[in-house]
């Protein structure tokens, strides 16, 4: 008869070969029984795959989490999380502004878009639509945070802000006389790219209203004549 220790061994020792295994193959290579196999991979520890039916097996030693606590093995993926399900409520947990479908498809990669609802239904996490579904954490105040975040994020990016020439503080007006004194032959389009250089923003038409305002066009046929 076979020793404790030597079908824990048994069990083991494949995965050091092989990197992953169904229990088919562990029931194989190992000569136990089911019951036996599963006593000895509990003693032991081990990864089921959140992929593929949950069919492959590893073990700790083996496995290769990254910093997400992910780990695939070609075509076979596992988590340091458990199922599928677990997984998916670990990082929206403790995500920083929750997560679409697509941006947990990318993380995962498996098509996750058929467990959401029902764990959204389940109350195991929450969700909010922002021209699509995002998801997030239960705890309210956590909640509350990603929320916002996923806001901020979502909102349409800062165009540049377009500065009229009567709004223009005494360090913009001085900054465009300069740059015609330095370049007298400047016109409207060459002033306009001159602020913009040095932030100032202003649409052409908002440089001629400032030339017309302060008669520069004429003042500077008078510096060229």
């Known amino acids: 008869m076979r020793t404790q220790t ?13 990197k992953v295994l169904t229990k088919s193959e562990l029931l194989d290579v190992s000569g136990c ?7 000895r991979l509990s ?9 593929l039916n949950s069919r492959y097996y590893t073990i700790p030693e083996v496995a290769r989490f990254d910093n997400n606590g992910l780990w695939h093995y070609r075509q076979v ?8 399900k677990a997984t998916i409520q670990h990082f ?19 098509r996750v878009s058929s467990l959401l609802l029902p764990l959204s239904n389940q109350g195991v996490i929450t969700r909010e639509y922002f021209n699509g579904w995002y998801y ?18 979502l909102a349409p990016s800062p165009t540049a802000t377009i ?7 005494d360090k913009s007006k001085i900054e465009a006389l300069a740059g015609l004194v330095k370049h007298p032959e400047f016109e409207p389009k060459d002033v306009r790219s001159y602020l913009k250089a040095r932030g100032i923003i202003v649409t052409l038409t908002a440089v001629k209203e400032l030339f017309d305002r302060y008669d520069l066009s004429k003042k500077k046929g008078i510096r060229n004549s």
Do not use: C, W
């Open 136 to 153: 997030f954490t239960t705890d309210p105040v956590k909640r509350e945070q990603q929320i916002e975040r996923r806001r901020v994020r």
């Open 163 to 169: 500065i009229l020439p009567q709004q223009l503080d």
């Open 43 to 51: 003693e032991h520890g081990y990864f089921t795959s959140y992929n």
């Open 77 to 84: 993926r596992f988590s340091k999380y458990g199922t599928l």
């Open 6 to 18: 030597f079908l824990l061994d048994d069990v083991i020792a494949p995965f050091f070969e092989k």
């Open 92 to 110: 929206v947990d403790f995500s920083e502004m929750g997560y679409s479908v697509n941006e947990l498809n990318r993380l995962l990669g498996v």
């Open 33 to 39: 029984s089911n019951m036996t196999l599963f006593r």
